[in-house]
């Protein structure tokens, strides 16, 4: 799928759209539910994910938070989510084809980015991925760990250096050193720095992957 744009934007709006189903009959105060992004409501991150149609990308937000632009990203994602649910939902909806990427990056880095963020969400609201997602196929797994692993914007290589990941679900290693195994859903987590597929893995490298999680 690397290599093949089109298939790629055509799984990232199925994802899409798949979550914006299951959100629409997820009750209003349950948007405030604590998502696994610390700090963020489940409303917060689906707000994030209209975030390259609706981030203008102007100076003065950048100046206001000392020019950290996790910050930025995080304080509009908070303005946006706080916005009435039925707002944030029809938003997201309509950037279900949107075919944008951030500079430097590629449509997988939208999937990989896509399929974590419905973790964060779908995790602490109990839902999983229904029947017939793209996310449950073995071929898109296994190029979202590809990615992800080597992924330095995301601090992956740091938090995963010296240690061999391995999936116990597709048939998917990377790296060399202390073992760390698990479903490759806890496995993503764990790379992008989110402690709660934790208690999935096994393996000695695993408290040299929580220590650098925590």
């Known amino acids: 799928m690397t290599n093949a744009p089109d298939l790629t934007w055509r799984t990232v709006a199925a994802v899409r759209t798949e979550l914006a189903d299951q959100l629409a009959s997820v009750p209003d105060e349950a948007w405030d539910t604590p998502s696994l992004c610390t700090g963020w409501r489940v409303r917060?991150?689906?707000?994030?994910m209209t975030l390259p149609e609706r981030f203008s990308g102007s100076l003065g937000p950048l100046i206001r938070a000392g020019f950290s632009l996790q910050r930025v990203i995080r304080d509009d994602a908070v303005t946006r989510g706080?916005?009435?649910?039925?707002?944030?939902?029809a938003a997201f909806r309509a950037g279900i084809e949107r075919r944008t990427t951030p500079p430097g990056r590629r449509p997988q880095h939208v999937l990989d980015d896509t399929y974590v963020h419905a973790r964060d969400i779908r995790r602490p609201l109990d839902l999983a991925a229904p029947p017939g997602s793209p996310t449950l196929d073995m071929d898109v797994l296994t190029d979202i760990l590809a990615t992800l692993a080597t992924d330095r914007s995301l601090g992956v290589a740091r938090r995963v250096t010296g240690l061999r990941l391995a999936a116990t679900d597709v048939d998917w290693a990377h790296g060399a050193?202390?073992?760390v195994a698990g479903p490759a859903e806890a496995l993503v987590l764990a790379m992008t720095g989110r402690p709660a597929g934790l208690a999935e893995l096994t393996g000695p490298g695993l408290a040299t992957l929580t220590d650098r999680l925590g």
């Open 44 to 48: 917060d991150v689906v707000a994030h």
């Open 82 to 89: 706080s916005a009435p649910v039925a707002d944030v939902l």
């Open 177 to 179: 050193g202390a073992e």
